[in-house]
Each structure stands twice: as C-alpha cells, then as structure tokens.
C-alpha cells in the first residue's frame, strides 16, 4: 500500500483509545442539505477530547446511537476549522441513520475515530487536481476542497465536477461561487433538469469529453455511487493517468470499522482500515468483481 496506509496505520497506533469506546458528543447544529440528507455539527463533551481531536480530508468516523447501532460516516467539515466542529453529512437510509434524522440540536451521539487512510493531499501536490463526485460522494471530498483553499498554491489546476440526479439534489450548493472566486473550476451537473436549472445535464463521465488533461501531471481523486466511479476510472484510463495518481474513495457496507468483521472486505483489503481511499493500481485487480 502507499504512504498514506502507512500513515494510517501510525495514526491508529498513536491513538488505540480512540478504536474501542465512543466518545461522546453534542448536536451543535444540523444544516439540511437535501430532502434526505442533512449535516450534523458535533462537539465533543469533554474539552480534553475535543481538544485532541484532529482528521484528514477523507476520514471517517463511527456514529453511535444507543438502542439503534453505529453507522460510517465521513468526516465533511474543514479539517482547519479553528472551532473544530466536527461536520457529519448523513443520508437517512436505515436503521441508524433514520434514528438520527429524528435527533436535534442538544441530543447527544457517541463517535469513534477518526479511522481510515486519507486523501494523499501531500502527494498530489504540485499537480493538476481532477475531483469527480457524484452524489454524497462530495462529503468526504470537501475537507479535501477546504484543505486545497487553505493551501491553493500548493496545486495547480484544481477542477471540480460534481453531479447530483437532479437540481434538489446538489450538496452545499451555497459554497460553490466562493471555490470558484479561489480559482477551482466548479462544473456541476444534473441528471434530470427542472425549471430551475439552467446548466449541465450529464452524468459526471461525460464531462471528460469537454476538456483536456496532461496525464503526466493529473491526480484524480473519486467518489460517489459504484457505478460512477467505474465509468470515471475508464475515462480517466482512456486518457491515460496512470493508475497510481487516480484515488478511489469506497463506501462499502461496513460494521466494525477496524477490519475485524470482514462486512467491507473487497480481495484482501478491508475498506475499514486500508481504505476508505485506494490508490486505484491497488483495486485494479478487484475491478471486475460483482459488488464494485
Ligand atoms: C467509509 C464510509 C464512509 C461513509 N460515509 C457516509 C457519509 O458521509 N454519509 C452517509 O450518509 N453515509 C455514509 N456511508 C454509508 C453509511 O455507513 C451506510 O449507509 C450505513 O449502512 C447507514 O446505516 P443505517 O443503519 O442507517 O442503514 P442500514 O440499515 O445499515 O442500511 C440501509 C440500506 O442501505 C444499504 N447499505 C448500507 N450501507 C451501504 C453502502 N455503504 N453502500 C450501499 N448500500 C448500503 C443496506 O444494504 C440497506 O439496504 C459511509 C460508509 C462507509 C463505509
């Protein structure tokens, strides 16, 4: 694996505390993003824990509700947050997530993490940076974005392309003039129009036809539905960046969270604690299979 699992691996062993017992948490605020999907803002309740508390952009933590279980979600706030809230943006779809969506602002959550292998920020830098997104694939992508506005001299062209199946859609729609006004190229694109919608209508791999990348210098980094990422992959392929600078976010059914239970396991990897974030020379193998 990459510098980036070996950094994870270091991470999870400066920090066994962190890996059994939740700590616990207070709901500052909840954002509703979408009609099924809001962000949760949490603080830790002891100072010392918040205090400690640091993650990278594509982290994720443990959510725990007493009666309901623990589900992953990934870390969506800025990782340089002076206040270090900790933002969660969460699609209602189950067990733990609908018992969530009935919590408010005062309720308390318990939180493991953060686990798992960052996006390689440090190792993409000095290039062309391609982010492809469809979805809530965008939450652990924007502490990435955060981290490249925080630190924009450090990469060089940075383009977004985010796609939503319709206008209602789209995450964070308020923030993207002012990516745009720090020099990253926000495309955004919709399956289905309404009467709101004036721009694209695509899938977020058609966009590859619009515009030229030099292989040599592009790192693509990827996340949202399966099926999304396997068309972008190819299109990236078809353009020939190699496979180590294209970075796959999986979101595979997980449980444990630390490579116990085998739930997330996909060849010899377990998305938990080799994962979220692949180099894609690693998953190559594991392309074809049924699930991906
Ligand atoms: C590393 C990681 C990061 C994640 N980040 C987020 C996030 O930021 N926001 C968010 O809303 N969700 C995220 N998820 C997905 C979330 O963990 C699952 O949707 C989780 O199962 C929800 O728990 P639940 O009890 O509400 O639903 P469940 O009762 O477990 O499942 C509800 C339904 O969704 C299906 N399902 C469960 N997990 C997945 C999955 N990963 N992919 C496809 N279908 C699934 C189940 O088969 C079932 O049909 C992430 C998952 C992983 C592994």
Not at 46 to 55: C, F, L, S, T
Not at 56 to 79: H, K, R, T, V
């Amino acid at each position: 694996m990459t510098t980036t699992a070996i950094h994870s691996a270091a991470h999870r062993a400066a920090h066994p505390e962190r890996l059994l017992e939740p700590d616990w948490a207070e709901i500052t605020a909840i954002t509703p993003e979408t009609e099924d999907i809001s962000t949760f803002w949490l603080r830790f309740d002891g100072a010392a824990v918040q205090e400690r508390y640091r993650y990278q952009p594509g982290q994720f933590n443990m959510l725990y509700l007493p009666g309901y279980g623990e589900a992953a979600i990934s870390i969506s706030s800025d990782p340089h947050n002076p206040q270090r809230l900790v933002g969660h943006t969460i699609r209602f779809v189950g067990n733990v997530t609908r018992a969530i969506s009935r919590l408010k602002a005062g309720d308390r959550l318990g939180m493991r993490g953060p686990f798992g292998v960052p996006w390689p920020m440090h190792a993409i830098e000095g290039k062309d940076v391609v982010i492809a997104s469809g979805g809530i694939g965008l939450a652990p992508l924007r502490p990435a974005i955060y981290h490249i506005l925080h630190n924009r001299e450090r990469y060089s062209k940075v383009i977004l392309v985010y796609g939503a199946r319709t206008p209602r859609d789209l995450l964070y729609s308020n923030e993207y003039d002012s990516w745009r006004k720090a020099d990253i190229d926000v495309q955004i694109t919709v399956d289905r129009a309404d009467e709101t919608w004036s721009g694209r209508v695509g899938v977020v791999p058609m966009w590859f036809y619009h515009f030229r990348v030099d292989p040599r210098k592009t790192a693509l980094l990827t996340c949202g539905p399966e099926i999304m990422i396997r068309f972008v992959v190819f299109e990236a392929l078809a353009r020939r960046i190699p496979t180590d600078q294209i970075y796959v976010s999986l979101e595979r059914n997980m449980k444990c969270g630390q490579g116990a239970c085998g739930h997330c396991q996909l060849g010899p990897y377990f998305i938990c604690k080799d994962g979220p974030v692949f180099p894609f020379s690693a998953l190559e193998r594991y392309f074809n299979v049924e699930e991906f």
